[in-house]
């Protein structure tokens, strides 16, 4: 199966930020109306993920209904519905869903506190919003619900 790409809707932010922590392409539909929701996940070929039953149905199996309300079950319900694993982390922003670039420390000098760049020497620059990541910010917790969720599903 192909990497399956996501569009989330509006009651669905921050399970949008998770996924694209863990390196998949997520829309945030905030704003869309059911029709334009529809619309992109078709002309884009996305998942709808939705808390909306009636949407869930009309988008039929272009969507994903999410039951809970609560972030660790809502991402496990996506994770053993479409297999994810968090093997392609830090190549999303979790701000725009941008495709990140490497940079180095040079790169970053000045941007980032300073007892990171003693630390780290690998960066990735969003070149949409110019957020900037680094391991350490996102990564632990990453790995820690990763290791949760991978452990649930055995
Ligand atoms: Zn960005």
Same mark, same amino acid.
């Given at each position: 199966m192909d990497?399956? =790409?996501?569009?989330?809707?509006?009651?669905?932010?921050?399970?949008? =930020?998770?996924?694209?922590?863990?390196?998949? $392409?997520t829309e945030y539909g905030r704003g869309l109306l059911d029709r334009e929701l529809l619309e992109?996940?078709?002309?884009?070929?996305?998942?709808?993920?939705t808390r909306d039953r009636q949407l869930a149905e009309r988008a039929g199996s272009r969507a994903l209904l999410i039951t809970s309300v609560v972030l660790d079950e809502q991402l496990e319900?996506?994770?053993?519905?479409?297999?994810?694993?968090? $093997?392609?982390?830090?190549? =999303?922003c979790t701000v725009c869903n941008a495709e990140l670039e490497a940079a180095g420390a040079d790169a970053v000098a000045g941007r980032v506190p300073e007892?990171?760049?003693?630390? =780290?020497?690998e960066f990735f620059v969003c070149p949409r919003c110019g957020k900037i990541y680094w391991k350490g910010t996102h990564w632990d917790r990453i790995e820690r619900t990763m290791e949760r969720l991978r452990a649930h599903s055995r």
């Open positions: 990497r399956p =790409r996501f569009l989330a809707d509006e009651m669905l932010g921050t399970l949008a =930020r998770w996924l694209r922590m863990m390196g998949y $392409d992109l996940a078709s002309v884009e070929d996305r998942v709808l993920l319900q996506v994770v053993s519905a479409f297999g994810l694993e968090a $093997d392609n982390p830090m190549t =999303r007892r990171v760049l003693e630390l =780290r020497d």
